[in-house]
Structures are given as C-alpha cells and as structure tokens.
C-alpha cells in the first residue's frame, strides 16, 4: 500500500514540470495563427485561437509583447466595419492567471462579418503608443441561417395544432354520439 502511494507521488513529480513547460507553449493554447504587429517602439505578437474569425463566435486572442509586458499597461479597441451603426468596443487587456507572458482577450464574438480594424494602445516605459492589425475579415456566422432555424423550431407547433383540431373533431363526435345515445 505505502510502496504504490510513494510511486505514484514519484510519478506525479516528474510529469509535473513537462506540463508547466506545455502552458507557454503556442499550440497548448490553442492559437492556429499569429501576426506581428509594431505598436510604436513595441513589437507585439497576437495569436488567435481561430483564423479566419466567424461572426458572433467566442474569440480567445493572446497579446504577447516581444520583450514581456510587465510595467505596460494595454488597450484594444476593435472597429466594426463601414455602414455598422455601432461605434466600437473598448476594454483593457488584463494578463491571463497562469500565463506570465501576455494578455490575453477573450471576447464573446464580433457582432458582424466584414472588414474590422485592430487597434492596439500600449503605455509603458518607452511611452504611448497605438498600433492597427490590418483590417481582418470576419466571415459569416457558422451555422444555419436564422430564418431556417425558425422554420424547423415551428414544425412542432404545426403538429400540435394539427392535434388539437383532430381531438376537437373527435370529442365532438363522441358528444354527439353520447347526446344521441340519452334520447
């Protein structure tokens, strides 16, 4: 008992630090594409959990400046496409618990598809600075169309209106047939 206790603490304490080791690695985040953008004297690097982005999908996107980012402080500002009535959304990047290299955002998903624009502001020890991703198209959401879902969510209800007319019929056949019955 106390010999197979000891070797499974063996084995957790040597399989313990290949896991830490994967945290900082690209593919245990899950980012599939990274692009390097300069934000003034910056040089920073954003990995995306998914490229290309689809519309109204959660997106995870790690922020990694090139020379760490302790001592900076950064904010993102994303703009939606020509035409869209919204303005923009704005929050602060914030590090990510158990990553010491970078922010990471998590968004509930880009509202909707076109050419967006990435700004990024950066304050930090070399000063202010703001830099842009290139625009970045957003494709449609994944999925079937919301008109399509409609249709397929309401044939139920068909159905129980079909029944409810059925039994109709049909109780009003058996009073008649009970009225009938009494005379």
Not at 9 to 32: E, F, M, S, Y
Not at 66 to 94: H, S, W
Request: proline share 10%; net charge positive.
């Amino acid at each position: 008992m106390l010999l197979r206790m000891l070797i499974s603490i063996a084995i957790c304490l040597v399989l313990l630090p290949a896991g830490t080791g994967l945290a900082h690695d690209v593919k245990a985040r899950g980012i599939v594409y990274v692009q390097t953008i300069q934000v003034g004297p910056y040089t920073v690097d954003m990995g995306f959990n998914e490229y290309p982005i689809p519309a109204k999908k959660s997106l995870q996107v790690f922020v990694e400046p090139i020379d760490g980012y302790p001592g900076k402080k950064a904010t993102y500002r994303l703009i939606p496409p020509a035409g869209v009535a919204e303005k923009f959304y704005q929050r602060n990047l914030l590090p990510y618990p158990g990553i010491d290299d970078a922010w990471v955002l998590q968004h509930p998903g880009l509202p909707y598809e076109g050419q967006w624009t990435w700004e990024i502001e950066i304050d930090g020890p070399k000063g202010k600075a703001t830099g842009r991703l290139p625009q970045f198209k957003v494709l449609p959401p994944p999925g079937i169309p919301y008109w399509t879902g409609w249709v397929i969510g309401i044939f139920p209800l068909y159905g129980l209106l079909w029944f409810a007319y059925y039994e109709r019929k049909r109780v009003k056949r058996l009073i008649e047939q009970d009225n009938g019955a009494r005379v």
